[in-house]
């Protein structure tokens, strides 16, 4: 699957890549790593990015509290854990 942002195709399939090896070899296997933390702040820049560029960012960060979430687009990339997006 392609990326919101077609610049932004390379880092996600990079990072899609590096998630499914580290979830098959080590989550799996109980190992807590973080091997994909550097590609997947490099996609998230990117993806923010694409979002600011569309006008998008505001209107996700007001719908943030609508579904629960603690984060908002200023702190967002604070996370240290590399989710799947």
Same mark, same amino acid.
């Given at each position: 699957?392609?990326? /919101?942002?077609?610049?932004?195709?390379?880092?996600?399939?990079?990072?899609?890549?590096?998630?499914? #090896?580290?979830?098959?070899? #080590?989550? /799996?296997?109980?190992?807590?790593?973080?091997?994909?933390?550097?590609?997947? #702040?490099?996609?998230?820049?990117? %993806?923010?990015?694409? /979002?600011?560029?569309?006008?998008?960012? #505001?209107?996700?960060?007001?719908?943030?509290?609508? %579904?629960?979430?603690?984060?908002?687009?200023?702190?967002?990339?604070?996370?240290?854990?590399?989710?799947?997006?």
């Amino acid at each position: 699957m392609d990326s /919101l942002g077609s610049e932004c195709t390379p880092l996600k399939h990079q990072y899609d890549a590096c998630f499914t #090896k580290w979830y098959s070899e #080590k989550f /799996l296997n109980g190992e807590r790593s973080n091997d994909c933390a550097e590609v997947f #702040k490099k996609y998230q820049q990117c %993806i923010k990015k694409v /979002l600011a560029e569309r006008g998008l960012t #505001k209107m996700i960060d007001d719908a943030r509290p609508a %579904i629960g979430s603690v984060f908002t687009g200023t702190d967002a990339g604070n996370n240290d854990d590399a989710k799947r997006n």
